[in-house]
């Protein structure tokens, strides 16, 4: 992604100083494009911050889930082996 971006930025800056514009209009160009290759790159990082949120929220769950199992077979098997020892 990261090489895409700065792809993308030298080929913008390449193209504009090879386009047939006046000053005035490269430069509304460059801020244009600057703008938008902001907000493009914003939008990526909230996408993947989202994504990466999600996926952690999942993986708590998920070890919740697994330490809520584990606790209720221990406590299984502690008892189990309580009741064994004063049977004994």
Known sequence: ????????????GLGVLFAPMSGEET???????ATD??????????????????GVEQ???GADRVMGQ???TVNDV?????QRVSNS
């Open 1 to 12: 992604m990261k090489g895409f971006l700065i792809g993308l930025g030298i080929g913008v």
């Open 27 to 33: 430069r509304n160009n460059l801020s244009q494009r």
């Open 37 to 54: 290759l902001a907000d493009t790159a914003r939008e990526a990082y909230e996408t993947n911050r989202d994504k990466i949120s999600r």
């Open 59 to 61: 993986i708590r769950s």
């Open 70 to 72: 584990a606790r209720s």
């Open 78 to 82: 502690a008892s189990d082996v309580q």
